[in-house]
């Protein structure tokens, strides 16, 4: 699932919807599936050296596998501006030169802009794409400069406001809008299309008399006729804009018109707003309730989607920021790099605490304490959804506060907290452990090993004895085998296995503990035994 990162180094964006007129001052934000694939293709010709009869077989198989699906987008903040000069007509009337008032609209871009294709590539096409976005150097008009490359596994997610196709998912709240874009169809929908178009012309077309050949005249005219209708994708995505208009056509051959969904000020117009955060003391933890519309708990998100509905709120808050860059909700300082103490920033842990098999609570802990900006983002938190759900989920703040404050609530919601949070010397998993590197049979990279690791970079005394629960002997082993264990949004796991263990310790360690794959998102989160707490 390649992902294509573009910076504006110049801070400007220039390009026009198609249909419209440079001085209807319209941006395409963000740039269309069209226009990227139509870039890609211009810089292998012109930076790549291919041969004018055509593309090479992996730049084709390349751009019509991207071709098949429709990207989905991360945005950077982007105000709309212009200039307007008077153009010289070259042409005199009462004495003077005519001027034409022309408008120059382009978007001012600070961040990067994220391009997600939901589609496997191969190694040679995954080379020829990254050579692609290294050798790019423009969007859209010619000054609108980029730099570009291939995102790696290992890199950071782009913040920003998402962008995607109508029909994957509706916007949870007010404030979006639907953008119309162009995209190409899928290569093999195109020849079909194409064969019946010809078909059709050819109907119309004088044909030879029996047991002759086709004059040269009804071959030139027939060459005539269907020279409007390129041969494949690739050929209709190479076609000039005068050639376009020459055919006739209102939009290009192989293109389709697709919506997006943007928020409605994706684009800013007026004076930007200073954001001013209020000056509060960091808290190490906020607890949010969830509960569905109806007030039904069995109608909540199952305790198998822990993984899928942290993530979902996790983009929810960092989008919430509109660009703003906070280093508690994501893990980074200001270059995007991770910090230097690890495990010191959030971790959304979605919870059951009264024990349905539903969840119903979420606690949003992080060790280096949740600043003014984070804890603001969290209070406004309102929202949220979960797959196949009845509709949206209601979120309420229920407290924040120090762990041990936490510790006091009172009831049996109290008590499931108490089960993460309390201190004990035998644990057990709550969601499972999802290890972060591949497991060996010998050395450090054992299963075991790798839990010790894993506690010793969360500073956690070491354990005396490590127990995985056979499925076959444990229900809650078998329960825990129907959890989500891979990232929609983040890089996948070595091993998309889940174990279910038991640790115990020589003295009583305090909660919670979160460890291996997906640790800040609910996964390898570990409960009390109930008799071995302290």
């Given at each position: 699932?390649?992902?294509?990162?573009?910076?504006?180094?110049?801070?400007?964006?220039?390009?026009?919807?198609?249909?419209?007129?440079?001085?209807?001052?319209?941006?395409?934000?963000?740039?269309?599936?069209?226009?990227?694939?139509?870039?890609?293709?211009?810089?292998?010709?012109?930076?790549?050296?291919?041969?004018?009869?055509?593309?090479?077989?992996?730049?084709?198989?390349?751009?019509?596998?991207?071709?098949?699906?429709?990207?989905?987008?991360?945005?950077?903040?982007?105000?709309?501006?212009?200039?307007?000069?008077?153009?010289?007509?070259?042409?005199?009337?009462?004495?003077?030169?005519?001027?034409?008032?022309?408008?120059?609209?382009?978007?001012?871009?600070?961040?990067?802009?994220?391009?997600?294709?939901?589609?496997?590539?191969?190694?040679?096409?995954?080379?020829?794409?990254?050579?692609?976005?290294?050798?790019?150097?423009?969007?859209?008009?010619?000054?609108?400069?980029?730099?570009?490359?291939?995102?790696?596994?290992?890199?950071?997610?782009?913040?920003?406001?998402?962008?995607?196709?109508?029909?994957?998912?509706?916007?949870?709240?007010?404030?979006?809008?639907?953008?119309?874009?162009?995209?190409?169809?899928?290569?093999?929908?195109?020849?079909?299309?194409?064969?019946?178009?010809?078909?059709?012309?050819?109907?119309?077309?004088?044909?030879?008399?029996?047991?002759?050949?086709?004059?040269a005249k009804m071959k030139k005219e027939l060459e005539k006729a269907t020279k409007p209708y390129p041969l494949?994708?690739?050929?209709?995505?190479?076609?000039?804009?005068?050639?376009?208009?020459?055919?006739?056509?209102?939009?290009?051959?192989?293109?389709?018109?697709?919506?997006?969904?943007?928020?409605?000020?994706?684009?800013?117009?007026?004076?930007?707003?200073?954001?001013?955060?209020?000056?509060?003391?960091?808290?190490?933890?906020?607890?949010?309730?969830?509960?569905?519309?109806?007030?039904?708990?069995?109608?909540?998100?199952?305790?198998?989607?822990?993984?899928?509905?942290?993530?979902?709120?996790?983009?929810?808050?960092?989008?919430?920021?509109?660009?703003?860059?906070?280093?508690?909700?994501?893990?980074?300082?200001?270059?995007?790099?991770?910090?230097?103490?690890?495990?010191?920033?959030?971790?959304?842990?979605?919870?059951?605490?009264?024990?349905?098999?539903?969840?119903?609570?979420?606690?949003?802990?992080?060790?280096?304490?949740?600043?003014?900006?984070?804890?603001?983002?969290?209070?406004?938190?309102?929202?949220?959804?979960?797959?196949?759900?009845?509709?949206?989920?209601?979120?309420?703040?229920?407290?924040?506060?120090?762990?041990?404050?936490?510790?006091?609530?009172?009831?049996?919601?109290?008590?499931?907290?108490?089960?993460?949070?309390?201190?004990?010397?035998?644990?057990?998993?709550?969601?499972?452990?999802?290890?972060?590197?591949?497991?060996?049979?010998?050395?450090?990279?054992?299963?075991?090993?790798?839990?010790?690791?894993?506690?010793?970079?969360?500073?956690?005394?070491?354990?005396?004895?490590?127990?995985?629960?056979?499925?076959?002997?444990?229900?809650?082993?078998?329960?825990?085998?129907?959890?989500?264990?891979?990232?929609?949004?983040?890089?996948?796991?070595?091993?998309?296995?889940?174990?279910?263990?038991?640790?115990?310790?020589?003295?009583?360690?305090?909660?919670?503990?979160?460890?291996?794959?997906?640790?800040?998102?609910?996964?390898?989160?570990?409960?009390?035994?109930?008799?071995?707490?302290?």
């Amino acid at each position: 699932m390649p992902t294509l990162i573009l910076q504006f180094p110049a801070g400007r964006y220039h390009a026009t919807p198609w249909g419209h007129h440079v001085n209807e001052g319209m941006i395409e934000w963000p740039p269309s599936p069209w226009r990227l694939l139509r870039g890609l293709l211009a810089t292998g010709y012109a930076t790549m050296h291919w041969p004018a009869a055509g593309a090479p077989p992996e730049a084709r198989s390349l751009i019509e596998k991207l071709a098949a699906v429709l990207p989905c987008y991360v945005l950077p903040k982007a105000v709309g501006t212009h200039s307007r000069h008077y153009m010289p007509m070259a042409r005199f009337k009462n004495g003077r030169e005519e001027t034409c008032l022309v408008f120059d609209t382009w978007a001012r871009v600070s961040g990067e802009l994220a391009v997600t294709w939901d589609v496997p590539l191969s190694p040679d096409e995954q080379v020829l794409l990254e050579q692609l976005a290294e050798r790019m150097g423009y969007l859209g008009r010619s000054e609108s400069w980029i730099n570009a490359h291939v995102a790696t596994p290992s890199e950071a997610v782009v913040q920003g406001e998402r962008c995607w196709p109508e029909g994957r998912e509706a916007p949870l709240e007010s404030g979006w809008e639907q953008v119309p874009m162009y995209a190409p169809i899928a290569a093999t929908a195109y020849v079909e299309w194409r064969d019946k178009a010809v078909a059709k012309v050819m109907e119309d077309m004088p044909q030879p008399e029996p047991g002759k050949k086709p004059t040269a005249k009804m071959k030139k005219e027939l060459e005539k006729a269907t020279k409007p209708y390129p041969l494949d994708l690739l050929a209709c995505l190479q076609m000039q804009t005068s050639e376009l208009q020459g055919f006739g056509w209102n939009q290009p051959p192989g293109s389709q018109r697709v919506f997006y969904w943007r928020k409605a000020n994706a684009i800013e117009v007026g004076v930007p707003k200073i954001h001013r955060v209020r000056e509060v003391t960091p808290v190490e933890a906020m607890l949010l309730a969830m509960a569905t519309q109806s007030g039904s708990e069995h109608a909540l998100p199952s305790v198998t989607r822990t993984l899928s509905q942290a993530e979902m709120l996790h983009r929810q808050l960092v989008g919430s920021l509109r660009g703003r860059h906070n280093i508690v909700l994501t893990g980074c300082d200001e270059q995007r790099k991770p910090l230097t103490l690890p495990h010191q920033h959030a971790h959304i842990l979605p919870l059951d605490m009264n024990g349905d098999g539903h969840l119903d609570h979420i606690l949003v802990w992080a060790p280096m304490g949740l600043d003014g900006e984070a804890q603001s983002a969290i209070r406004n938190a309102r929202r949220t959804y979960t797959k196949g759900g009845v509709g949206v989920l209601r979120l309420a703040l229920a407290g924040a506060a120090s762990l041990d404050e936490l510790l006091v609530l009172s009831g049996e919601y109290g008590a499931g907290l108490r089960k993460v949070l309390h201190k004990g010397t035998e644990w057990i998993s709550a969601t499972p452990f999802v290890p972060p590197r591949y497991v060996k049979k010998n050395g450090a990279h054992t299963l075991e090993g790798q839990v010790r690791a894993e506690l010793a970079s969360r500073n956690l005394p070491d354990v005396i004895d490590v127990q995985v629960l056979d499925p076959h002997e444990h229900d809650l082993a078998r329960r825990q085998r129907h959890f989500i264990r891979t990232r929609r949004f983040g890089p996948a796991p070595p091993i998309d296995c889940g174990f279910a263990l038991q640790l115990r310790f020589a003295e009583p360690v305090q909660g919670p503990i979160c460890l291996g794959y997906g640790s800040h998102f609910g996964l390898g989160m570990f409960r009390t035994i109930p008799d071995q707490q302290a």
